[in-house]
Every structure is written in C-alpha cells, then in structure tokens.
C-alpha cells in the first residue's frame, strides 16, 4: 500500500486537489496487467473485485466481492465512520478509507477492482478508482452512473446496447484538451422506444486503458446494466447494513 497517498479526510481542501494532481502523476491510463483480457469474466479467467458502499447515519459499509467468472470466491466488508460531508470531485477523502478498511480484511489479491465511482473521467483526472488503484496498485476501473466532468464526442441518449462514446477532456479536466478520458458505455437498452436506459460512464483508474476499460466493463456486464462484481457489491453492501445494529 502506498500510504503517502492515503487520503485524510482532514486535510485542507487545497492539500487535498493538491494530492489527487499527485495520484494522477502516479497513475497509469494504460494497460499494464498481467491477467489475459479476453478470459475476464469466465470461470478460468482473473479474479476480478466490486467495490461498493452502502450508508448508515455517519458510518459506511464498504463491501467487496470477489468472483472468478460466476462463481464467488470471497466476499467482505468493514463498517467505518465517515468523516466530512460528500463534496464533488474529493469523494475518495469521505468514502477512500472506508474502502481501504475493507481491503484489509481482503484474503484474496484480486487481479482487477472496479469500484463504484469515476477513475479519469475526474476534474484532476484521480477519482475514486483512481485514488485507491494507485494506493493499492492494482488494476483498477471506475464505473459511475452519472458524468462527472468531460464531454461525450456524441449523443449519449437512448444508444443502443453494445454502443460506446468516449468522454474527452474539456477545460474542467486537467489533461490536455480532447484526450479520450474514458467511455460512456451502453450495456443495455429498452426495446420499447418509449423508455430508455442511461448509459455507463467508465474511465481508466490505474494499470487499464480506457478502450480496455469499457471493453472489460461491457464483457462483465452480462445479464443487468451494471457490471456483475459492482451489482454484487452494491447487494452485498445492502445485506452488510441490514445486519447492523443502528
């Protein structure tokens, strides 16, 4: 772990965009694993982790869950308190320890994290998946349901499934003006023309490319919108909070 870049939730607003500039100078947009891309997702394939995090008054559930394809190999969480209020574009100073408390009761080493929040698609390019990626130093990939920041390089509305739009810097993001920062990616659609279902918007956190990352994204993404280890997190997180004396 590398704890120069844990966040503290304590610290200034400026210390901490100063530190988020430092994890993006850490990470890595590109593809630097070990694990074959093409065998995610089945049952010979890497074990690939969700993250997400259920909310209980001032405390988190974070949970994680393991899968090697379909089969679930561990599953954990940790129950942290959260220290400062949600403010756009510092989530991992609220939520980033709690997550890290999680990891700690981890048994496996997982070969890829997706966690439930952006990665480069981030106002200093070092969202959530970011920040614990380069923390951790693992592949990683943001999956948010809402853009953050950038501009889609199309229509997003009403794609059909298997579509994809990438997300270029604009002048909110510190990256250089239209670099593809990630994807908004359309795991599934209505067949009715009167509904539809808003896209995925996937970005690099560390060790992974963008085109990987929605490639990854869409290939995990088997049966629901939201990827299996990040729909199964978000379940488990719920099951976690239940159990919890309030």
Known sequence: MREAFVPDPAASREEMEAQQRQVADAAMFADDFDF???????????????????????????????????????????????EIPYIPGLLSFREGGPILDAFETLDTDPDLVLFDGSGRIHFRQAGLATHMGVILDVPSIGVAKNLLCGTPQGETENLPAGERVAIAADDRVDAPAGTTIGYAVQTRQYDSPDRSINPLYVSPGHRVGAETAADLVARLATRYKLPEPTRLADSYADEAKRTIDT
């Open 36 to 82: 074959d891309a093409d065998r995610v997702g089945s049952d010979t394939g890497p074990l690939v982790a969700g993250v997400d995090q259920a909310f209980l008054d001032d405390r988190a559930v974070s949970a994680i869950v393991v899968l090697r394809g379909d089969t679930v190999v561990e599953k954990t969480y940790a129950v942290s308190p959260l």
